[in-house]
């Protein structure tokens, strides 16, 4: 051992984390132990859909929570929220996992607990995967299915089509305001804050209600404004966004206490909603549809032919995360954060 009380990954080697960590926590998954994982049978005629993607430092580690059962459950969320976007049932999540010799065991365990608590959350589980040392690097491949002809895509928009914000925006930039000292509530709606800004959903459900009726959808990833381009680009349009959102009550009042319109709150990233577009017959029975399973929606504008993207009358060039540029997500300091994601 390495002298520590908590043993810690080097100290069991790639055969003792496969037995003592890994075995009884996926022993009874069929195919454990295999080069391959099986996924569920597909007994009907489907299309497979995959996703991949990594981690970023989830930004709730940042504020003081370093427990990394937060960085395993963003891990599936972002992958299951791309599957949501495609109107997808999600048969399993493939996992690779890099981490330091370092990494006690506890962690591993918190890290493996954060993935399949989202997973069962979402109606999955973890099919396979792969570990190794190194940097701490988490990556994810996400495998799900669509029945023929009903998968969404970025294209098929047309001007004249509505744009509708599924999902509850602006919870995890509430909490960053709370934690920043900026708002004050009480602790229950704190506490409720906290949890489903470290909790995101992806809105799987939602996807396989709206594979009937959407024209085109993207969740909401690297922001509204970077989601509501994407979908402009794709399809050779423009939107006029409302700039009229409604928040739930407590991130209302986060952004109330704060100077900030609703707008701003809900424009951030890290909520993991969906964008679709509708025809503009389709959206009360589309509002109606997500309304009696509980899942929140909103319209937020129109497609145009013309290909600037406006706030009202007025251009929109909103907070835009993207890999490669000064805005990719890479961390930083609080007050830095709160600077160029809400001028604060």
Not at 187 to 209: F, H, M
Request: proline share 5%.
């Amino acid at each position: 051992m390495s002298g520590t009380l908590e043993p810690r990954l080097g100290d069991l080697g790639e055969r003792g984390i496969q037995k003592q960590v890994l075995q009884p926590r996926y022993g009874a998954v069929e195919g454990f132990g295999d080069d391959s994982a099986l996924l569920s049978s597909v007994t009907r005629p489907s299309e497979i859909v995959a996703t991949t993607d990594s981690c970023p430092t989830p930004l709730v580690n940042l504020l003081g929570e370093p427990d990394l059962y937060h960085a395993g459950w963003l891990l599936a969320t972002i992958n299951l929220s791309d599957l949501a976007a495609a109107g997808a049932e999600p048969l399993g999540l493939v996992v690779n996992y890099t981490l330091p010799k370092t990494t006690t065991v506890r962690d591993f365990n918190r890290l493996l607990d954060g993935v399949d608590a989202c997973c069962a959350e979402h109606g999955t589980k973890v099919a396979g995967g792969d570990i190794r040392d190194g940097d701490l690097h988490l990556t994810a491949t996400a495998i799900g299915r669509c029945d023929p002809g009903a998968r969404l895509r970025r294209s098929g928009a047309k001007a004249g089509d509505r744009l509708l914000l599924v999902g509850s925006p602006g919870y995890l930039w509430a909490a960053v305001l709370l934690e920043a000292g900026m708002a004050f509530l009480p602790e229950e709606a704190r506490a409720a804050i906290w949890r489903r800004a470290c909790r995101p959903i992806a809105q799987l459900k939602a996807g396989r209600l709206l594979a009937g009726y959407a024209r085109a959808a993207m969740d909401v990833s690297d922001g509204l404004f970077a989601t509501v381009r994407s979908l402009c680009e794709m399809n050779g349009l423009g939107a006029e966004v409302t700039g009229e959102f409604v928040l739930d009550e407590p991130v209302a009042d986060v952004a109330a206490q704060c100077g900030l319109r609703p707008f701003d709150l809900a424009q951030t990233w890290g909520d993991w909603g969906l964008v679709v577009v509708v025809r503009p017959e389709d959206v009360k029975l589309v509002e109606k549809t997500l309304d009696e399973e509980f899942i929140p929606v909103q319209e937020i504008g129109t497609l145009t032919k013309d290909t600037r993207i406006t706030k009202g009358t007025a251009p929109w060039d909103g907070i835009a995360q993207e890999r490669f540029s000064t805005n990719s997500w890479h961390g930083g300091e609080l007050s830095t954060l709160l600077t160029e994601v809400l001028g604060r």
